[in-house]
Structure formats: C-alpha cells, structure tokens
C-alpha cells in the first residue's frame, strides 16, 4: 500500500484537487477509481492509501490538464 497526498493523486489520476476532494466527499469515483475507499482522515487532512497494483498502472499525467489551464490563462491574458 502507497499513502499519497490529495495533491500527489490528483497529480497522477490528472484531475483537478478540487474534483478530488468532491468525489472523496460524496463517495464517488474519480477517473475510473474508487478514491472514497482509499481516504483515511487524519485530522483535517486526508491521505489516500492506495494499493500497490493500482499505483504500477497510474503514470505520470501527459500534461493535458495543465495544458488547458495555460489556454485559458493565454485566452483571459489577451481579452484584457
């Protein structure tokens, strides 16, 4: 078992914290995996433990997500 952060699992499943948290929250899944399972609290802050077969699939995002943040930075820079 890996214990990740909320901020190293968003990373690796590429979403965003925030969708994390909400599905984390609601019992939800989260890019195709069961992360309401995974949550341990501790105290205010919520380490997900995540088995060892399901972190050797997940890789390093490509980038998309940041990608598409950056467009829209571009997109609002150039509006102003």
Request: charged residues 35%; hydrophobic residues 35%.
């Amino acid at each position: 078992m890996h214990r990740l952060l909320r901020s190293e699992l968003a990373r690796l499943l590429n979403v965003s914290q925030s969708a994390l948290e909400r599905a984390t929250r609601r019992g939800e899944t989260c890019g195709g995996y069961p992360v309401a399972k995974w949550a341990l609290r501790r105290g205010r802050q919520v380490l997900y433990e995540i088995p060892d077969e399901v972190v050797e699939e997940l890789k390093e995002p490509d980038g998309r997500y940041l990608k598409q943040q950056s467009r829209v930075i571009r997109t609002f820079m150039r509006d102003t």
